[in-house]
């Protein structure tokens, strides 16, 4: 007993676990180590037998409360009841049922039977493409080359060499699946595979063909169109249906499924619908207002500055953002923020007219050359800043 974990280690919960919390910590821990999920894995199938154990005791309020007073000691020299597992501690076959009946295809258990094995749809194929950012905002049409199985033309999937053809499978009678009955804690279980002879096709190939290597199946290049749908936008995938693998046993093809990722834009930002940007006035524009050409994904378009505009002013600039995916016709804005760009090299002269403006000219200003010659053409200080910057 020295060398057992402690069984609420075992099932990975504390020792105030509810009755419900041991049984569903039970059930992960069976389906995570069943031998059908791990053959041929003895690891796996002792760690199955632990769970088994440590449930025994657990699963059962009368053992609970011995173990939780003495430890494996309560169950020494034929504890357990002195005759080994009595049952499962409060775990009904219908729980064992619905643990396994899924996952083994209903042949997990107590009389379940296998089944024979039908068609089964073909692989789904992912790609990953590149797009720009208008692209992805008008829509396009790409051209992509993809590694595609396709049935052998050679021998019609049959993988048979031509003149000869594929026989039943000895092994599991054409069924594709092995029936396996072991001894276990639950005693006698049956529980079905796939037939390890014919890999559940059903039928074995003595005499393969030369082109698929007995597969049925070949990998050729084809070409495809995938339309890019205006709005869409980066990591979303177009599913082109019946464009993958083909199936096997008759089955469908899958999908070939194209992931696009969008190529930044320098001047664009997208968030949802919206485009976000920046546009740059000098500190002329922004006092007397004038009129600027914004840039939109659409091309330019002319927009009014206000006089005494505000570094970084918000305006929003409708319609010329991205196409709603599920309603191209709806699109979003343009948001675009003002920056104003100070200047740094002024000369005296445009300081002096400054310095003027602002109520803040040096003793003498009034009979300096900027003011007489202001004076002399009776001009506006605004239309004297605009012809100083604009030159």
């Known amino acids: 007993m020295a060398n057992k974990r402690d069984y609420y280690e075992v099932l990975g919960v504390n020792k105030n676990a509810s009755e419900a919390e041991l049984k569903k910590a039970y059930r992960k821990m069976a389906v995570k180590y069943h031998p059908d999920q791990n053959p041929g894995n003895k ?31 309560a169950f020494e020299q ?8 009595e049952g499962f501690g409060g775990f009904d076959m219908g729980d064992l049922g619905d643990i396994f009946g899924s996952m083994f295809g209903g042949g997990f258990g107590f009389g379940g039977g296998a ?4 068609p089964r749809r073909g692989a789904d194929i992912n790609v990953n493409i590149q797009i720009t950012f208008e692209e992805a905002v008008f829509g396009c049409t790409k051209e992509i080359s993809v590694a595609v199985q396709e049935e052998c033309e050679t021998c019609h999937g049959t993988g048979a060499k031509p003149g000869t053809h594929a026989e039943s499978c000895s092994k599991c009678n054409g069924t594709g699946q092995e029936r396996f009955v072991q001894q276990s804690m639950f005693g006698a279980v049956t529980s079905v595979r796939t037939c390890s002879a014919c890999h559940g096709t059903g039928k074995i190939v003595k005499d393969p063909c030369g082109t698929c290597r007995g597969t049925g199946r070949v990998k050729k290049n084809k070409k495809f169109e995938v339309n890019i749908p205006k709005g869409i936008d980066s990591n979303q ?4 249906a019946g464009k993958g693998n083909i199936g096997e046993q008759g089955g469908g093809y899958g999908d070939l499924l194209v992931t696009v990722y969008v190529q930044p834009n320098r001047m664009f930002i997208r968030k949802g619908v919206d485009i976000y940007s920046e546009v740059s006035i000098n500190f002329v524009q922004a006092i007397l207002g004038d009129e600027i050409t914004i840039k939109t994904i659409d091309g330019e378009q002319k927009y009014t500055v206000k006089p005494g505009t505000q570094p970084n002013t ?7 953002g991205v196409p709603n995916l599920r309603n191209p016709k709806v699109r979003g804005n343009q948001i675009v923020t003002l920056k104003v760009q100070m ?16 109520g803040d000219a040096p003793a003498g200003a009034a009979n300096s050359t900027a003011h007489k010659a202001a004076e002399e053409e009776k ?5 004297k800043v605009r012809d100083f910057f604009d030159k």
């Open 237 to 240: 995938t177009i599913r082109l």
């Open 78 to 85: 034929g504890g357990m009841g002195g005759g080994g597992f």
């Open 115 to 118: 089944r024979r094995n039908g």
């Open 343 to 358: 200047p740094t090299d002024l000369s005296e002269r445009q300081k002096d007219l400054l310095r003027q403006f602002y």
């Open 314 to 320: 918000v305006i929003t600039l409708r319609g010329v």
């Open 43 to 73: 690891e796996a199938e002792e760690k199955f037998k632990e769970v088994n154990e440590a449930y025994e005791v657990l699963g059962n309020p009368e053992k609970r409360a011995k173990y939780d007073q003495f430890g494996h000691a």
């Open 379 to 383: 001009k506006s200080f605004g239309e």
